[in-house]
């Protein structure tokens, strides 16, 4: 049965379960949007958050993580494990193309690789999601499987409902969360007819639709083809923000830093949109820039439902509000050639 609160006791609720997590919420402290570490009091956000411009992604696979340490000495090299807080991460408001993000990556970092750095944080935190009222116009989460109030993806999920949330639990962690939180109300009927509403206006107003049937043959009849990918890659700047604050972008780079014979390895985001990226000391398989723009297209709609039979894009419309230049993957999506079977 659904529980509910009130808006003005959000500020309770996070109090409490900051006595068990590290509560992450959504904050523009350090003037963009991200997840932070929520300071005990404020919830202002309520009213003016839509989405981070960082993405939580961030609080699993930083900017920056350290790997470990090592020192030099007269039996060679010697590894130190990172320190670790082990402290548990609950992320409030995360929207559910952003929890979805999550499952896809955990597709990555936990089916086909185990990832511990990944893993550790992961398998402890808890995921509470909170309905998009407001999806902005670069969103078209409902054209790729989930939506704004969606809560497969996370723990608990919170629908707002006037003055009040609606607060379901999703999975086991979320009930047992959820059983332990005193002072929350049951939701009445009359509620969860509220959340209902709720539901159906928050998805009728995404307005930005994908058609993506049989995005995948397309793109691998088109892989070859180099006019459409230079006319696509044509105004990219190669900034690498599409990927980098995409929520299902994973590349990284690994560096050592070593001074006086005592280093540490981390790693770091890195994008396929730089030239540098796929670079060898022979050749660099992705030297043009069209070469590199296909790669990021590819990766989403085309390996990745190879691989894992999911298209690695959650439509939260972040690599469109955010490029510089105004590149649209929907736009790209929808003008990929259809082409004549045997012809060139
Ligand atoms: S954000 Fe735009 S300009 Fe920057 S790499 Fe992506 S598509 Fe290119
Ligand atoms: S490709 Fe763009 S719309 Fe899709 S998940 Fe990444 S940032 Fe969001």
Same mark, same amino acid.
């Given at each position: 049965m659904a529980k509910k609160a009130s808006k003005k006791d959000v500020a309770q609720l996070l109090k409490k379960w900051s006595q068990q997590f590290a509560?992450?919420?959504?904050?523009?402290?350090?003037g963009v949007a991200a997840m932070a570490e929520w300071d005990g009091k404020d919830t202002s956000f309520l009213e003016w958050y839509r989405?981070?411009?960082? +993405?939580?992604? *961030?609080?699993?696979?930083?900017?920056?993580?350290?790997? #470990?340490r090592f020192h030099k000495d007269e039996e060679g090299y010697q590894i130190e494990p990172p320190s670790r807080n082990g402290q548990k991460q609950l992320v409030f408001g995360?929207? +559910?193309?952003? *929890?979805?993000?999550?499952?896809?990556?955990?597709?990555? #970092?936990?089916?086909?690789?185990?990832?511990?750095?990944?893993l550790e944080k992961r398998k402890n935190a808890v995921l509470v999601g909170l309905g998009c009222t407001n999806p902005c116009q670069s969103c078209f989460c409902t054209s790729m499987g989930t939506s704004p109030t969606d809560p497969t993806d996370v723990d608990i999920m919170l629908i707002d409902i006037g003055d009040h949330f609606l607060i379901e639990e999703v999975t086991a962690k979320g009930k047992e969360l959820l059983a332990k939180t005193g002072g929350l109300k049951e939701a009445t009927?009359?509620?969860?007819?509220?959340?209902?509403?709720?539901?159906e206006t928050a998805y009728n107003?995404?307005?930005?639709?994908?058609?993506?049937?049989?995005?995948?043959?397309?793109?691998?009849?088109?892989?070859?083809?180099?006019?459409?990918?230079?006319?696509?890659?044509?105004?990219?700047?190669?900034?690498?923000?599409?990927?980098?604050?995409c929520p299902t972008c994973y590349c990284f780079d690994i560096n050592d830093e070593v001074v006086k014979g005592e280093g540490t390895r981390f790693r770091s985001w890195d994008s396929c949109g730089f030239p540098l990226y796929t670079k060898m000391p022979m050749e660099n398989p992705r030297s043009e820039k069209?070469?590199?723009v296909r790669q990021k297209v590819c990766h989403k709609y085309e390996f990745y439902p190879m691989a894992f039979d999911v298209i690695a894009c959650t439509g939260c419309g972040r690599c469109i509000r955010l490029c510089p230049v105004n590149w649209?993957?929907?736009?790209?999506?929808?003008?990929v050639p259809e082409k004549v079977k045997g012809a060139k």
């Amino acid at each position: 049965m659904a529980k509910k609160a009130s808006k003005k006791d959000v500020a309770q609720l996070l109090k409490k379960w900051s006595q068990q997590f590290a509560v992450l919420a959504p904050s523009r402290e350090s003037g963009v949007a991200a997840m932070a570490e929520w300071d005990g009091k404020d919830t202002s956000f309520l009213e003016w958050y839509r989405n981070t411009v960082v +993405p939580p992604k *961030a609080s699993f696979l930083p900017p920056m993580e350290e790997m #470990f340490r090592f020192h030099k000495d007269e039996e060679g090299y010697q590894i130190e494990p990172p320190s670790r807080n082990g402290q548990k991460q609950l992320v409030f408001g995360i929207r +559910p193309c952003d *929890a979805r993000a999550m499952a896809i990556l955990d597709m990555t #970092f936990e089916d086909a690789y185990q990832d511990p750095y990944y893993l550790e944080k992961r398998k402890n935190a808890v995921l509470v999601g909170l309905g998009c009222t407001n999806p902005c116009q670069s969103c078209f989460c409902t054209s790729m499987g989930t939506s704004p109030t969606d809560p497969t993806d996370v723990d608990i999920m919170l629908i707002d409902i006037g003055d009040h949330f609606l607060i379901e639990e999703v999975t086991a962690k979320g009930k047992e969360l959820l059983a332990k939180t005193g002072g929350l109300k049951e939701a009445t009927k009359n509620d969860e007819a509220e959340a209902k509403k709720s539901r159906e206006t928050a998805y009728n107003k995404v307005s930005r639709k994908l058609d993506t049937e049989g995005i995948k043959d397309k793109l691998l009849d088109s892989f070859d083809d180099e006019e459409f990918w230079s006319q696509t890659a044509a105004k990219c700047i190669s900034c690498g923000i599409c990927t980098l604050l995409c929520p299902t972008c994973y590349c990284f780079d690994i560096n050592d830093e070593v001074v006086k014979g005592e280093g540490t390895r981390f790693r770091s985001w890195d994008s396929c949109g730089f030239p540098l990226y796929t670079k060898m000391p022979m050749e660099n398989p992705r030297s043009e820039k069209w070469r590199r723009v296909r790669q990021k297209v590819c990766h989403k709609y085309e390996f990745y439902p190879m691989a894992f039979d999911v298209i690695a894009c959650t439509g939260c419309g972040r690599c469109i509000r955010l490029c510089p230049v105004n590149w649209d993957i929907t736009q790209v999506i929808e003008s990929v050639p259809e082409k004549v079977k045997g012809a060139k």
